[in-house]
C-alpha cells in the first residue's frame, strides 16, 4: 500500500505544481505588464475597442473558472485511485 499511495502522492504533486505556478504567472502578468509595458496595454483590442488591459483581465476569469474545472475534475480522479488503494489494504 505504502508504494502505491507514495506514486499517487507523487503524480499528484508532479502535476500539482506546474499548474499552481501557470496560474500565477497568468494571474501576475497583467500588473507586471501594466507596468513594463503601459502603451502596449492601453493600445486598442479588436473586442469592442477596449484596452489590452481590460481583455486580459476579462480573461481571466473564464481561465479560473476552466482551472478550477480542471482541479475538480483531477481531485476527483485522485480521490477514486485513493479509495482503490484503500480497498486494497482492506483485502
Known sequence: MEESLRQLVYSRKKW???TFFIGLLIYFCL??????????MN???FFFNLPWA????LI???MTWLFCGIYD????KYDQKLEEIKGENLE
Not at 481590460?54 to 483581465?57: K, M, N, T
Not at 475534475?73 to 476527483?76: D, E, R, S
Open 16 to 18: 500539482l505544481f506546474p
Open 31 to 40: 500588473p507586471l505588464s501594466l507596468i513594463f509595458i503601459p502603451d502596449v
Open 43 to 45: 493600445k486598442p483590442s
Open 54 to 57: 481590460w481583455v486580459f483581465a
Open 60 to 62: 481571466q476569469v473564464p
Open 73 to 76: 475534475w483531477k481531485a476527483k
